[in-house]
């Protein structure tokens, strides 16, 4: 079978104006008149009523993204044209790029020099976006947002141990068993601890928790410590819980 193209390496341009010869071609082999530096435009094509703005770039930049918004304005089709990275780790960082394009309603080609001529790769034609949400991952941010208590995380953080549903929920638990000593998930629930009672206690992931009988729990030394590390919390979802035990 025979090659339009013969491999030759790895390779990168030096000059984003190394990367018009082979746009060019691309567009011309398509049917479309093309210009370069037309008005602020990298390159620029016409077919009929049809225009067709490409931004060149050596690589993937906030500036690219903002030249190709900008685009938008005078253009049908807008493209992003950058050469394809020499290793691999590269490629698939610049392909992450692709959700982002994607909602842009972007195009992206990549050159690949490492043939002669170079050849083309539309990685994502610029098409309108129509999002899709992620059903379950909805559902799942709008229930931990009904279940948390209140704002006790600062936007941003990274590194502190943030105040989930989940932990909201240990806390309490935790809280219950100070106030009342030693109890049963059954006792538990009947104070207020809610459905899941039963899977923290037995998942136990924060360490705070200690089992003494089959169905009897205790805090361990974790555990209040916990609750004087996050007291606002507590005072807060405490007072949910009864004063004494019921019958």
């Not at 918004?69 to 790029?97: F, G, I, M, S, T």
């Not at 050849?119 to 947002?145: M, N, S, T, W, Y």
């Amino acid at each position: 079978m025979s090659k339009t193209s013969q491999p030759r390496g790895p390779a990168l341009p030096a000059r984003e104006t190394d990367l018009y010869a082979p746009v060019r071609a691309f567009l011309v082999a398509q049917g479309f008149k093309v210009r370069a530096e037309v008005r602020g435009c990298d390159v620029a094509a016409e077919k009929g009523e049809h225009v067709v703005v490409v931004e060149l770039k050596l690589g993937f930049t906030l500036d690219l993204l903002l030249q190709g918004v900008k685009r938008q304005r005078v253009a049908d089709l807008v493209y992003l044209a950058v050469p394809r990275p020499a290793k691999a780790a590269h490629e698939a960082r610049l392909r992450e790029n692709l959700p982002l394009l994607r909602r842009l309603e972007l195009g992206l080609l990549v050159v690949d020099f490492r043939n002669e001529p170079p050849v083309i790769d539309v990685a994502l034609q610029p098409v309108p976006f129509e999002r899709r949400r992620d059903g379950k991952g909805r559902k799942a941010l709008l229930r931990e947002l009904a279940l948390r208590s209140g704002d006790d995380n600062t936007g941003g953080s990274t590194r502190r141990s943030l105040v989930t549903a989940y932990r909201e929920n240990a806390l309490l638990i935790a809280a219950a068993l100070v106030r009342f000593g030693p109890l049963a998930p059954r006792q538990l629930r009947a104070v207020g601890t809610g459905a899941k009672t039963l899977s923290i206690l037995h998942g136990n992931v924060y360490g705070w928790f200690e089992r003494l009988d089959r169905a009897l729990y205790r805090v361990k030394p974790a555990g209040e410590t916990a609750l004087q590390t996050y007291a606002a919390v507590v005072a807060r979802i405490g007072a949910q819980l009864p004063a004494q035990l019921p019958d």
